[in-house]
């Protein structure tokens, strides 16, 4: 069955660091990919996705993640964390073989922005 | 768009009571989701409906939750009898399953329950 790891159930960096969050998957097919960011007190929203095509996808508020096949990894990046950054991120994979077309998400990864 | 619109917002009843959460769908969307999280367990699919059809159930912990989708704009989450352990918050999402890949799921707020 399909499985997402995310490495790290929480991260803290400072404001204008590198944010790195890992996702893997565990498919040999390469599935449908997703980052969602949840803000305290909202639901999920969708922060990009990958489907087929260019592997370094961009998202909004200046995140991108890129595609690896050969690690089955589809870590999340942003160059400056901003103090609005903090949140919790999910990543989400969808089997393209499931008919379903259901979400598996991660277990999620708190960000917290240090002044 | 509206977005995906759930009510309540926040709910607060006692363990027995019947509590009914309400979820409409982003329009044109043929895919609605129930979600559960908690601290402990974190996002846990309970059901989902693909065209109004319920499709895969194995979620829903135990026959005291039950959901409908009477149609393509409206689905309910009933909880009967409501227990402490249902705390959480519920979310319902939608998604348009028309074109391969496009199954990005849209959420809504959520209902925080309680049950004392």
């Known amino acids: 069955a399909q499985s997402v790891t995310q490495l790290g159930s929480h991260v803290s960096v400072s404001e204008g660091a590198l944010v790195l969050l890992r996702c893997n998957y565990s498919s040999s097919v390469p599935p449908y990919l997703f980052w969602y960011v949840q803000y305290p007190n909202q639901g999920l929203q969708l922060l990009l996705k990958y489907t087929t095509g260019a592997t370094l996808v961009k998202g909004i508020n200046g995140f991108e993640a890129e595609f690896k096949k050969s690690e089955t990894s589809f870590h999340l990046t942003k160059p400056s964390a901003h103090m609005s950054d903090a949140a919790e991120y999910f990543c989400a994979v969808s089997d393209r073989e499931d008919s379903s077309y259901k979400l598996i998400f991660g277990s999620g990864t708190r960000l917290l922005v240090r002044p | 768009d509206a977005g995906v619109i759930q009510s309540p917002r926040h709910e607060v009843t006692e363990m027995g009571q019947e509590v009914t959460l309400r979820c409409k769908p982003i329009?044109?969307?043929?895919?609605l989701f129930w979600y559960r999280q908690t601290m402990m367990r974190g996002l846990e699919l309970l059901i989902y409906f693909n065209n109004n059809v319920p499709i895969d159930d194995s979620g829903m912990p135990e026959d005291r939750f039950s959901a409908k989708m009477p149609n393509a704009s409206f689905s309910t989450l009933k909880i009967q009898p409501s227990e402490p352990r249902d705390s959480a918050v519920y979310f319902c999402a939608s998604s348009s399953q028309r074109l391969a890949g496009n199954n990005e799921q849209y959420f809504g707020p959520g209902t925080r329950l309680t049950v004392t």
């Open positions: 329009s044109g969307h043929n895919s």
